[in-house]
């Protein structure tokens, strides 16, 4: 057994981890307290920084949101030019949603499918297309396909269906 002096503290140990969990223990307690002054301070700092950096995140999510509507009117839009330049200038079957996915989704005789699934509305969360009938944005699909003009367009609200 040895005997160690820690400041005015004698300590007896039976090995150096021993004496170092003994003695720099007590220290690191003493040390590592925070006034509450300090604690204020780091909490008043947290909310200043979340203040500035939350709207930046909202904006970044809708910015998001907008761009994959983009690439899903974009890549419909192509499939279905594509489609009509196939089939004669016909739109695909639009006598009810199951006919229309059916004709861009399987491979009639092609190597691959127009489009492996009709994309989701990011903004409504609605994969489904209705047809003709009230302007785009009355939020009731997805997507609105108008089949005398093929206008595809986002169906969720009219700020997007202009897109």
């Known amino acids: 057994m040895r005997t160690k002096r820690a400041g005015h503290a004698e300590v007896i140990t039976n090995s150096w981890p021993a004496f170092f969990e003994n003695t720099g223990g007590e220290i690191m307690k003493e ?18 920084v979340s203040i500035q950096v939350v709207p930046k995140f909202t904006a970044a999510s809708e910015d998001s949101r907008t761009a994959e509507l983009i690439d899903g009117l974009q890549g419909m839009r192509a499939q279905l030019t ?4 196939e089939h004669e200038h016909s739109w695909p079957p639009v006598d009810s949603f199951e006919s229309f996915e059916a004709a861009m989704t399987s491979n009639e005789g092609r190597r691959e499918p127009y489009v492996s699934e009709i994309p989701t509305n990011p ?17 009731k699909a997805g997507w609105r396909f108008d089949t005398e003009s ?14």
């Not at 040390?31 to 200043?48: D, F, H």
């Not at 594509?82 to 330049?85: D, G, Q, S």
């Not at 297309?129 to 302007?135: C, I, L, S, T, Y």
Request: proline letters at 2%; glycine letters at 8%; hydrophobic letters at 40%.
């Open 31 to 48: 040390k590592s307290r925070l006034s509450y002054v300090e604690l204020a301070t780091v909490v008043i700092a947290l909310s200043v």
């Open 82 to 85: 594509l489609y009509r330049a």
């Open 150 to 163: 093929g206008s595809f367009q986002a169906d969720n609200s009219d700020r997007y269906a202009v897109l």
């Open 123 to 139: 903004c409504n969360g609605l994969n489904t297309v209705r047809f003709d009938g009230e302007p785009a944005g009355a939020d």
